[in-house]
């Protein structure tokens, strides 16, 4: 008897240092068959560390960048339930040539449908960043920016929100857990209708929980500070005068008003964010914007 | 006779050391995105030469920073692709395809189309009518070619990192 454990646990102990490389699920799997086998464990325990392993590692990583768009996408159609777009075409060209242009300067430039920007016609001032890469300001925040710089600021803390992936992180856990539970059982053949019933039921709970989060109560102060960093970080990597964030900060700390359903409820006062942004070692020295940045941000945004 | 045996040796450790690492390793990945586009050279500037799409494999020929330079399997052509496009992972084809198995391992991406997809998408806007997507599809048709890229840069006395320089 006590041979036999010592052998079983001698397999399991090869089979482990054999499957170090791989990922631990499969290791785990290949290790807990060969207990079986060497009858260490019965049949019905090796099922349930298998289960237990999957059950465990179903995370964020297991969406599919296609997943990820559409969420996003449903996320876009909650924000425009709440705010009009803002149909003006030099306006939107202006702001995707620069938002875009950013993105492409970024540590994840390449997302599934890429990053797309549309302004929100609204005096609140606002933004939003979906995971699938759309990202929305209001007039009203692009009135807080004196120049380019300051707007570039803005549309790079949103990028930053997307990279960093902070609106997949406020779905709920075992929202996750449920969602991909279905999708794992998927055969061969393609949905009936009892799992798309399934899963748009998940879906709805996930658009739910980052629309509740992004739109209603707004990020954790930790998220909203990583996403101006992130923005200090890519405005500099370009070009732009970092100090940017500091100066639309400034501003808006003048127009936001309290109680407000807009920043003034999602996001840490601008004093806080400045103090935050310095307390990163943030100092920026002033610097004149060149002047034909200044006149085209002055063309396309100076009179909205 | 024992330096001999020695050297077998050696050779014989050598060989385990060095057993997991193919020669000449060929590195294949899959295109993670709708749309992908290789260009002439390392950098969003640079002229699109070919476009790739989900779940395309290719293979990488040559790395610089970020970029990865990549052949489409069963094709001459080549260029530059920035890594974020690129995954380890294979996307699974849509089920019904040939060679499809059953449900997605830890290396797979779930089957494309599949999941929280345009079915999901349908299903869930017939059960909240009011929701608009007009603006959504048009916003995503915004885009921004290289040529205006690189005018908006200039004109702005900004620029992109170096080709090929950045992680």
Same mark, same amino acid.
């Given at each position: 008897m006590i041979a036999n454990v010592l052998r079983a646990g001698l397999i399991l102990a090869a089979t482990l240092a054999l499957a170090a490389c791989a990922a631990v699920e499969t290791a785990t799997t290949v290790a807990t068959t060969v207990s079986e086998q060497a009858g260490v464990i019965s049949p019905e325990q090796g099922k349930a560390i298998r289960t237990g392993t999957a059950a465990v590692s179903k995370s964020l990583e297991d969406f599919t960048p296609e997943q990820e768009y559409f969420i996003g996408r449903a996320v876009a159609a909650a924000v425009?339930?709440? &705010?009009?777009? &803002? /149909?003006?075409?030099?306006?939107?060209?202006?702001?995707n040539t620069l938002g875009q242009t950013l993105a492409a300067a970024s540590d994840k430039p390449e997302i599934f449908a890429g990053y797309h920007f549309l302004v929100l016609d609204s005096d609140d001032i606002n933004a939003f960043a979906t995971p699938g890469g759309h990202i929305f300001v209001t007039r009203g925040l692009i009135r807080c920016c004196t120049t380019e710089d300051a707007l570039a600021?803005?549309? /790079? !803390?949103?990028?930053?929100?997307?990279?960093?992936? !902070? +609106?997949?992180?406020?779905?709920?856990? /075992?929202?996750?857990?449920?969602?991909?539970?279905?999708?794992?059982?998927? +055969?061969?053949?393609?949905?009936?209708?009892?799992?798309?019933?399934?899963?748009?039921?998940?879906?709805?709970?996930a658009i739910s929980d980052i629309a509740n989060t992004m739109i209603?109560?707004? &990020?954790?102060?930790?998220?909203? &500070?990583?996403? %101006?960093?992130?923005?200090?970080?890519l405005t500099r990597h370009v070009g732009y005068n970092p100090g940017g964030l500091i100066d639309m900060l400034t501003v808006m700390d003048k127009k936001l008003k309290p109680g407000g359903p807009d920043?003034?409820?999602? !996001?840490?006062?601008?004093? %806080?964010?400045?103090?935050?942004?310095?307390?990163?070692? +943030?100092v920026f020295p002033q610097a004149a914007t060149p002047k034909e940045r200044q006149d085209r941000f002055l063309k396309a945004v100076g009179r909205i | 006779m024992i330096r001999t045996g020695l050297s077998i040796l050696c050779f014989a450790m050598m060989c385990i050391l060095f =057993? @997991?690492?193919? *020669?000449?390793?060929?590195e294949t990945l899959s295109i993670q995105v709708k749309k992908g586009e290789l260009r002439a050279t390392p950098s969003f500037l640079g002229k699109i030469v070919a476009r790739v799409a989900y779940g395309d494999r290719v293979d990488v020929t040559e790395k610089r920073g970020a970029w990865r330079k990549v052949s489409p399997r069963g094709?001459?052509?080549?260029?530059?692709? @920035?890594?974020?496009?690129?995954?380890?992972?294979?996307?699974?084809?849509?089920?019904g395809q040939a060679g499809v198995r059953?449900? *997605?391992?830890?290396?797979?991406?779930?089957? *494309?189309?599949?999941? $929280?997809s345009e079915e999901v998408e349908a299903s869930y806007r017939k059960e909240n009518g009011k929701l608009?997507?007009?603006?959504?599809?048009?916003?995503?048709? $915004?885009?921004?070619?290289?040529?205006?890229?690189?005018?908006?840069?200039?004109?702005?006395?900004? =620029?992109?990192?170096?080709?090929?320089?950045?992680?």
């Open positions: 425009l339930s709440k &705010y009009p777009a &803002y /149909a003006s075409t030099p306006v939107n060209q202006y702001v600021s803005v549309l /790079a !803390h949103e990028i930053g929100h997307v990279r960093l992936r !902070h +609106g997949m992180q406020s779905i709920e856990k /075992a929202r996750i857990t449920e969602a991909l539970t279905v999708l794992a059982r998927e +055969g061969a053949t393609t949905f009936g209708s009892r799992e798309v019933a399934q899963l748009t039921q998940t879906f709805s709970g209603g109560r707004g &990020y954790s102060r930790a998220f909203e &500070y990583e996403a %101006d960093e992130a923005s200090v970080t920043f003034a409820k999602t !996001h840490p006062s601008p004093r %806080d964010r400045m103090n935050e942004i310095r307390s990163r070692g +943030g | =057993s @997991h690492i193919p *020669a000449q390793a060929q094709g001459n052509l080549q260029g530059w692709i @920035h890594a974020s496009a690129l995954t380890a992972k294979r996307v699974l084809l849509r089920a059953t449900g *997605a391992t830890r290396d797979e991406l779930a089957l *494309a189309g599949k999941g $929280f608009d997507y007009t603006w959504i599809n048009r916003m995503e048709t $915004f885009e921004v070619t290289p040529d205006q890229m690189r005018n908006f840069l200039v004109q702005g006395g900004v =620029s992109l990192p170096r080709e090929g320089d950045r992680p």
